[in-house]
């Protein structure tokens, strides 16, 4: 992966399930043409373990990832911002060289109740539902767009 190669940043409120989902499905969908990174605006401080399981389930680790928050990203050139939560596209800021602003919102698998199988299975169509989604905007910024 080229250090020249355009950063996505992915942002939710917790940083904790679904901008990792969408970190880990991107960044193994999209070859190396994009940088991939998430952050959140109230990180949790923990990435979800139900997430890096469901991310296993599919071959992508997500387990060394952790949760940051996006003042990290402040100083650096950020060219697309994607929200993945409603808090987190209100509160986003505008990031230096920042060209593309994207919002997909999806479901917060953390809020999941019930047994261990119930929330898995949460956990599961959320990251379908993600997976849908960047696997073809992957596909789009392989073809050249943005």
């Not at 020249?4 to 940043?9: E, K, S, Y």
């Not at 190396?32 to 890096?52: D, E, I, N, T």
């Not at 599919?58 to 993945?84: C, N, P, R, Y």
């Amino acid at each position: 992966m080229s250090d020249q190669a355009p950063l996505v940043l992915i942002l939710c409120t917790g940083n904790s399930c679904r901008s990792h989902l969408a970190e880990g499905i991107l960044r193994a969908a999209a070859d190396g043409v994009v940088r991939v990174a998430s952050a959140g605006s109230k990180p949790a401080g923990y990435v979800h373990p139900l997430a890096v399981a469901a991310m296993q389930e599919i071959g992508i680790d997500i387990s060394a990832h952790h949760s940051k928050h996006l003042d990290e990203f402040l100083s650096q050139d950020v060219e697309t911002v994607i929200t993945v939560c409603g808090n987190a596209d209100q509160v986003c800021p505008m990031f230096p060289g920042q060209v593309n602003r994207h919002h997909w919102g999806f479901d917060d698998p953390a809020h999941a109740e019930g047994s261990d199988e119930e929330k898995m299975a949460v956990f599961r169509r959320v990251r379908d539902e993600i997976r849908r989604v960047f696997e073809a905007y992957a596909a789009g910024r392989k073809d050249g767009k943005r």
